[in-house]
């Protein structure tokens, strides 16, 4: 009768996603949502969007949608109408993904953006 027990890949419920996305997005400033972790991304936007985070901030919080892909996209869609990661959230809004990320840093927007108010 162990609650806790999932067989591997089940992912996890829906309404629990929804709730740490919606946790994840209001309790931190900065907040990126990835395929892996900060030491190990799993795909190459999730670390480009790491890496452009990671040059202008110390703090910030990544989560990993790999647990359970596919109720993280509809948590996610629900806060940005995007179901691809990585998505990065700054002060609960939603900013974008690694390429608009890579196009802030280009315009010299990218600190000023994550420099959550």
């Not at 996305?21 to 190990?40: C, P, Q, R, S, Y």
């Not at 990661?85 to 994550?114: K, N, W, Y």
Request: charged share 30%; net charge negative.
């Amino acid at each position: 009768m162990a609650d806790m027990d999932f067989p591997p890949n089940q992912g996890l419920d829906q309404e629990e996603v929804n709730e740490r996305v919606d946790d994840a997005i209001e309790n931190n400033e900065v907040v990126l949502f990835m395929k892996g972790t900060a030491l190990m991304p799993q795909c190459g936007y999730s670390r480009r969007a790491l890496g452009l985070v990671d040059q202008h901030r110390d703090e910030y919080e990544t989560v990993d949608v790999l647990e359970s892909l596919d109720e993280f996209r509809v948590a996610l869609n629900r806060h940005s109408g995007w179901e691809t990661t990585p998505q990065t959230f700054v002060d609960g809004e939603f900013v974008g993904g690694s390429d608009i990320l890579a196009e802030l840093e280009e315009r010299g927007e990218l600190a000023e953006t994550l420099a959550a108010e």
